[in-house]
């Protein structure tokens, strides 16, 4: 008998998520696979649901309905009035641990050094000694280029320094996933290229992650494949030139138009 293939267990799974605020649903119905390793990026117009999804994904909020598993630990809810019981809450707590987030605003403790900014959640959740903490923020400031800076205040480094300082925060979690929310929106546009480029190195190391982005160059060259979202929804999941060169939906087409002619 030959070899059976190992079956691909995904990561990241959402099945029939919706979501909504005391109003319409800002989510509907989104299905979505994502496995181990993958670098997928977010696109679509302000207001489509692009930060509820991350939000979501890592039990910031709740959802009304639908599946989330990542790595494992699955949060179910049947409707919008089954209300979250002590057993949800701590499935939602397990997952989130297992999320590393991001998020466009740059938003480290402004009163503690760059190194402390690190050390503190390993610290005070995961119970890790200090020195345990330390030499694992130094291995993270190291792994974004910022060794130089360990005992500074963010108040004293660049916005694309704090955010690369943002990065190796959630990751001294240790987390199965990250999640970006326009992680360069806010920087000077000469400051961009360096986050993207802490991405890229985590992408070789194997880490998965997701990002929601308007640098559609970025998502063109680094992703393995594009999310498409419009109006709460999941229009189109496409590879990465494929998007840009003939995207398969007619309100892709429309959204990308904007991006004709620049250089992608
Ligand atoms: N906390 C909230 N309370 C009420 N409405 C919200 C909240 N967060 C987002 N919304 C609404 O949900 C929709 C989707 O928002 P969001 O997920 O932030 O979209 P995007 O990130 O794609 O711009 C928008 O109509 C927004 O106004
Ligand atoms: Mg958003």
Not at 15 to 26: F, Q
Not at 74 to 86: F, G, I, S, V
Not at 94 to 101: D, H, K, S, Y
Not at 199 to 217: A, F, K, N, S
């Amino acid at each position: 008998m030959s070899e059976a293939a190992s079956p691909v267990v995904p990561l990241i799974s959402v099945e029939r998520l919706y979501k909504s605020y005391d109003g319409p649903p800002v989510l509907k119905d989104i299905n979505l696979v994502i496995e181990e390793g993958d670098l997928v990026s977010i696109i679509g117009p302000s207001g489509c649901g692009k930060s509820t999804l991350l939000r979501c994904l890592n039990c910031l909020e709740i959802l009304d309905s639908g599946r989330i598993t990542i790595a494992g630990e699955t949060l179910e809810r049947a409707n919008r009035h089954d209300h979250p019981d002590h057993a949800f809450r701590e499935r939602a707590h397990t997952l989130r641990a297992e999320v590393g987030m991001v998020f466009q605003s740059l938003n480290l403790f402004p009163h503690k050094t760059i190194k402390e900014n690190i050390m503190l959640a390993p610290m005070i959740v995961k119970k890790e000694p200090r020195d345990v903490a330390e030499a694992n923020a130094m291995r993270l400031l190291e792994k974004v280029g910022l060794l130089k800076h360990t005992d500074r205040y963010p108040y004293h480094l660049s916005g694309g320094q704090q955010q690369r300082a943002a990065i190796a925060r959630a990751l001294a979690m240790n987390p199965k996933v990250m999640l970006y929310d326009e992680p360069t929106s806010s920087l000077d546009p000469e400051l961009v290229d360096e986050v993207l480029e802490v991405m890229r190195g985590l992408d070789r190391d194997g880490m998965t992650q997701v990002i929601v982005t308007h640098e559609m160059r970025f998502a063109r060259n680094a992703s393995d494949y594009i999310i498409y979202m419009e109006h709460g929804e999941i229009v189109e999941i496409s590879d990465e030139d494929e998007i840009f060169m003939e995207p398969k939906d007619e309100r892709t087409r429309r959204f990308l138009r904007q991006y004709v002619g620049r250089d992608l």
